[in-house]
Nanobody, 126 residues
């Protein structure tokens, strides 16, 4: 059974930092593309950042424009964990953040995601 368990969410002031973690089990973690989505109240779930599965040439990352330069995604295959380091947080970053795993090398839309975590709340106060 595949499980993705997020942690690290919480309440932070604008300009602050948080690091989210997503621990995966039940699969060969290094073979999966991993991503973070978020969903704010009344809004659609959207991709935040993603990191490709590990290959001989390394990994690649992608970021939504609204987090570029502020968020960093990384993975530790030895720990079966993907991280999202969030800095210079803004009130508009407030959302539930979801970890996602995708087996196919395809675009990062929700329909392509194979597994979801339960989500972790991030609240940024002004």
């Amino acid at each position: 059974q595949v499980q993705l368990v997020e942690s690290g969410g919480g309440l932070v002031q604008a300009g602050g930092s948080l690091r989210l973690s997503c621990a995966a089990s039940g699969r060969t973690f290094s073979s999966d593309n991993m991503g973070w989505f978020r969903q704010a109240p009344g809004k659609e779930r959207e991709i935040v950042a993603a990191i490709s599965r590990s290959t001989w040439s390394g990994v690649s990352t992608l970021y939504a424009d609204y987090v570029k330069g502020r968020f960093t995604i990384s993975r530790d295959n030895a720990k079966n964990t993907v991280y999202l380091q969030m800095s210079s947080l803004k009130p508009e970053d407030t959302a539930i953040y979801y970890c996602a795993a995708k087996t196919r090398d395809s675009t990062w839309d929700q329909a392509q995601v194979d597994y979801w975590g339960q989500g972790t709340q991030v609240t940024v106060s002004s």
